[in-house]
């Protein structure tokens, strides 16, 4: 399942909405504005400056590594490289935006790790449906398994026959042995 369009889209809306709790936490007076942090600087602990120069400049980040990663390229290393560099970024402004934003930044955060969460829970749902597919597809069986399961059910088949007393030719026909092997099956039933 391709959910590309919905991650980067998610962690896109969960950055404007960041961006909005960054608003909301200037006004309420969390953080300040980069022209009064150094008014305030001496009222401020150290959490509250750094938030107050990163929250905002993060936000702005995540949302444009989220476009970047929605239009990017399907080259695997950069695609590798990219997501190392916005799982930082987005584990960054979470950790800052609950520090700067505090509880208002909740909900920016589940929208910015919506990425993180559903690939890991796809990555479980995929190994258990492959898991189920190889159960029923008998991959876990080796080739040689396979052929003597299909030998041992074809010559359990011809015995039911022979029991029955069905022609020789009809179960040549259904089992695709040998006259000789269904005879050696016979000798081994009296």
Known sequence: MNLRFINWYTQALGAILGIMACVYAYLKGFICTYNNISVFFDTMNFFEIVSSYLLLPLCITTFILSIIKGYGTDKEPLNNNLEKLNLIFISLNVIIGFIGARIYFLI????????????????????????????????????????????????????????????????VDITGLSKEEIIDIGKNLN
């Open 108 to 171: 920016p955060a589940l929208f910015i790790l919506f990425n993180v969460f559903m690939d890991n829970v796809f990555k479980e749902y995929k190994e258990i449906d492959s898991d189920d597919e190889c159960i029923k597809n008998n991959c876990l069986l080796s080739s040689n398994d396979m052929d003597l399961i299909l030998m041992n059910t074809k010559k359990e088949i011809a015995l039911e026959l022979l029991l029955k007393n069905a022609d020789i030719e009809f179960i």
